[in-house]
């Protein structure tokens, strides 16, 4: 078995799931602030370092993507971050795109970039113990959007990066993510999520990516957030695992999803419908930002002395989130 297909059975075994913890500093800062507490690089550390000691993270958290900031910093026993996250028998990742920036040609849509001394990047975080990268596309649905200039363009981005992960011998988190902002039904996001999906294992299929050593990063199937024709949590899961069926190559060994601005039991919920219902041979986990990390920073942000009540929140959800991923959650275990 190749190395990085193992990386990634390790990643997603038994349930486990990913922790996002790669905001940029503006990102994080904004999160920050309306909680208000002041976005300085210690109380970034601060919050971080709670959560990648906390004792769910042996059971549940089966890699952290880290932000650059991040994997260079230490906690306040002077342990490398990535060191930290290793003890906990954890996988540390690292963001390597340099965000989404205005698509020349479709000035509404975005394009991912990163890609320019990227392999110097790469050796870098490897050496400093990256096991896996992320990098993310981003698509709007409207009338016309996404354009097939984004499909293309942002699938190009990621097979490129991809080809350039496992040429440094991690493994790419391949995250295409269909924005739920917006009015359309859950019929328009399968429609556009299938196209988008296929046309990235078009893109990395020609550029030799290795399949057996990725990790699909999707948004489920969701009707947009300012959708009057709401669809229930089954509807969701079941839609999810059609387009995944029908899109994904079976070669793919695991799929996380990303909870892309739903709430915390929302997220959870889904994943347990869609692992109850999975007819497919992937693993189908977690690789939650928002619905693993909001009650947390919400309680800390209360005290931020309190290291063992926001542990005690943040295990919670990785443990609600890790039984999901194996279809065993239920509503009553969240009081
Ligand atoms: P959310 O789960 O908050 O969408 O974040 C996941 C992520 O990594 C987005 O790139």
Same mark, same amino acid.
């Given at each position: 078995?190749?190395?990085?297909?193992?990386?990634?059975?390790?990643?997603?075994?038994?349930?486990?799931?990913?922790?996002?913890?790669?905001?940029?500093?503006?990102?994080?800062?904004?999160?920050?602030?309306?909680?208000?507490?002041?976005?300085?690089?210690?109380?970034?550390?601060?919050?971080?370092?709670?959560?990648?000691?906390?004792?769910?993270?042996?059971?549940?958290?089966?890699?952290?993507?880290?932000?650059?900031?991040?994997? *260079?910093?230490?906690?306040?026993? &002077?342990?490398?971050?990535? =060191? $930290? #996250?290793?003890?906990?028998?954890?996988?540390? +990742? /690292?963001?390597?795109?340099?965000?989404?920036?205005?698509?020349?040609?479709?000035?509404?849509?975005?394009?991912?970039?990163?890609?320019?001394?990227?392999?110097?990047?790469?050796?870098?975080?490897?050496?400093?113990?990256?096991?896996?990268?992320?990098?993310?596309?981003?698509?709007?649905?409207?009338?016309?959007?996404?354009?097939?200039?984004?499909?293309?363009?942002?699938?190009?981005?990621?097979?490129?990066?991809?080809?350039?992960?496992?040429?440094?011998?991690?493994?790419?988190?391949?995250?295409?993510?269909?924005?739920?902002?917006?009015?359309?039904?859950?019929?328009?996001?399968?429609? *556009?999520?299938?196209?988008?999906? &296929?046309?990235?294992?078009? =893109? $990395? #299929?020609?550029?030799?990516?290795?399949?057996? +050593? /990725?990790?699909?990063?999707?948004?489920?199937?969701?009707?947009?957030?300012?959708?009057?024709?709401?669809?229930?949590?089954?509807?969701?899961?079941?839609?999810?695992?059609?387009?995944?069926?029908?899109?994904?190559?079976?070669?793919?060994?695991?799929?996380?999803?990303?909870?892309?601005?739903?709430?915390?039991?929302?997220?959870?919920?889904?994943?347990?419908?869609?692992?109850?219902?999975?007819?497919?041979?992937?693993?189908?986990?977690?690789?939650?930002?928002?619905?693993?990390?909001?009650?947390?920073?919400?309680?800390?942000?209360?005290?931020?002395?309190?290291?063992?009540?926001?542990? *005690?929140?943040?295990?919670?959800?990785?443990?609600?989130?890790?039984?999901?991923?194996?279809?065993?959650?239920?509503?009553?275990?969240?009081?």
């Amino acid at each position: 078995m190749s190395e990085l297909h193992n990386i990634v059975l390790k990643i997603l075994e038994k349930g486990k799931g990913i922790l996002a913890a790669d905001e940029s500093t503006g990102t994080m800062t904004k999160r920050l602030n309306d909680v208000n507490v002041p976005s300085t690089p210690e109380n970034r550390l601060l919050f971080r370092e709670i959560l990648f000691s906390s004792s769910s993270m042996i059971d549940c958290i089966g890699g952290v993507i880290l932000y650059d900031e991040t994997i *260079k910093q230490q906690t306040s026993k &002077k342990i490398k971050i990535p =060191e $930290l #996250i290793s003890s906990m028998k954890s996988a540390p +990742g /690292i963001k390597v795109d340099t965000g989404a920036k205005v698509l020349a040609g479709s000035p509404e849509e975005k394009i991912t970039e990163g890609l320019d001394g990227l392999r110097e990047r790469l050796k870098e975080y490897y050496k400093l113990g990256a096991k896996f990268t992320k990098w993310r596309g981003v698509y709007t649905i409207t009338k016309n959007f996404p354009s097939k200039l984004s499909i293309q363009s942002n699938a190009h981005a990621l097979a490129r990066y991809s080809a350039l992960v496992q040429e440094c011998r991690m493994v790419p988190i391949v995250e295409p993510e269909v924005l739920m902002d917006g009015d359309h039904s859950a019929k328009e996001c399968y429609e *556009k999520t299938s196209e988008v999906i &296929k046309k990235c294992f078009e =893109e $990395l #299929i020609l550029h030799k990516v290795d399949l057996k +050593g /990725i990790i699909l990063k999707p948004n489920m199937i969701l009707a947009g957030n300012k959708s009057k024709n709401i669809i229930t949590n089954e509807e969701v899961a079941k839609l999810t695992l059609k387009c995944l069926k029908d899109s994904v190559p079976s070669e793919v060994p695991g799929i996380a999803f990303l909870s892309g601005g739903q709430s915390e039991i929302e997220a959870t919920e889904n994943l347990n419908l869609i692992n109850k219902y999975n007819n497919t041979d992937f693993k189908m986990s977690y690789s939650f930002g928002r619905a693993l990390q909001q009650s947390a920073l919400k309680f800390w942000s209360k005290n931020i002395k309190d290291i063992e009540g926001t542990q *005690k929140v943040f295990n919670h959800r990785a443990r609600m989130n890790t039984l999901a991923a194996q279809g065993k959650w239920s509503k009553d275990l969240e009081v």
